[in-house]
C-alpha cells in the first residue's frame, strides 16, 4: 500500500477473523490472537494506517501530527499507542481514543512503564467519554466496566471498589453477567488484587466452594506441566 502521509509504498502483514476463547476483563482476547490485530505502519515516517482512504483534509491534518517532535519521539511505541496519539490530536471521540491507548496496554504490558502509561491514558478517555455520554447504551457500560477495570489494574483499589459499588446499584448491572463481573471486581479489590482476570474467572467465581477449589487445583498443575514441558 502507499502511506498517505509521505507515499512510501510498502507491504503490511494483516490478521485474519481467529477464535478467540475466552477475553479478559480488560478485553483481551485470550485464544489463537492474544493480541489486538495488526494495524499497517509506514516503515518510512511511522504513520498508523487507521483507515484507508482518508480526506484530503484528513491527509494533511495525520501528515502535520505525525511530522510533530511528540510524534517523532513515539516512533519506538506499539502501533495502537501511536494511533492513540493520532486520534487524540485530530479530536476523535474519546471512546475510540480509549480503545487505542486499552490495546496499546497488550501490546506493551511486558514493559511496566509503558504498561501504565497507556492504562492510564486509556482510563483518562473512558472517563471523558462516559462525562460526554448522552444516553446509556453498549458503549456506556463497556466504558464503566474498563473504567473499573483499569482503577484496580493501576492499583486504586478504593477508587475501583467505589465504582463498582456504584454500577451494581444500577439497574443495568442487576441479575446479568454484567453485575456478575462488576461483584466479582469487588472481590478482588477487597483481595487488593491488580492481576489480569479473564471472564471465564467469573464465571467460576458463581460455582459452588468445592467446585471452585478443584479449579484451582487443576490450573495450578496446568501451570507446573507448562513449566516442565514448555508447552
Given amino acids: 500500500m502507499a502511506c498517505p502521509v509521505c507515499g512510501e509504498l510498502f507491504y503490511a502483514k494483516l490478521d ?7 477475553m479478559r476483563l480488560d478485553l483481551k482476547p485470550v485464544g489463537e490472537i492474544s493480541e489486538p490485530w495488526r494495524l499497517p505502519e509506514c ?3 511511522g504513520f498508523v494506517v487507521y483507515k484507508a482512504p482518508l480526506s484530503r483534509a484528513e ?5 502535520a501530527v505525525v511530522y510533530s517532535p511528540e510524534y517523532k519521539k513515539a516512533l519506538g511505541r506499539s502501533s495502537y499507542y501511536r494511533a492513540g496519539l493520532l486520534y487524540a490530536r485530530l479530536g476523535k471521540p474519546p471512546f475510540p ?6 490495546k496499546a496496554s497488550w501490546q506493551e504490558e511486558a514493559d511496566p512503564a509503558r504498561l501504565r502509561e497507556d492504562q492510564e491514558l486509556a482510563l483518562r478517555y473512558f472517563s471523558a467519554a462516559l462525562a460526554a455520554a ?11 466496566l474498563l473504567k473499573g477495570e483499569l482503577l484496580r489494574r493501576l492499583g ?3 477508587e475501583a471498589a467505589d465504582h463498582f459499588s456504584g454500577l451494581l446499584a444500577m439497574p443495568e448491572f442487576k441479575g446479568n453477567f454484567l453485575g456478575d463481573i462488576a461483584a466479582y471486581q469487588l472481590k ?8 489480569p482476570r479473564s471472564l471465564q474467572d467469573v464465571r467460576d467465581s458463581k460455582k459452588p466452594a468445592l467446585r471452585r477449589a478443584w ?3 487443576r490450573r495450578a498443575l496446568e501451570n507446573v506441566k507448562e513449566k516442565i514441558t514448555g508447552r
Fill in 134 to 144: 448522552g444516553e446509556r447504551d453498549g458503549d456506556w457500560e463497556k466504558a464503566e
Fill in 97 to 102: 481514543t480509549a480503545n487505542n491507548f486499552l
Fill in 59 to 63: 491527509t494533511a491534518a495525520c501528515r
Fill in 215 to 217: 479449579i484451582a487445583v
Fill in 16 to 22: 485474519v477473523d481467529s477464535p478467540a476463547y475466552d
Fill in 156 to 158: 486504586r483499589f478504593g
Fill in 43 to 45: 516503515p518510512r515516517c
Fill in 188 to 195: 478482588l479489590c477487597a483481595r487488593r488484587d491488580a492481576s
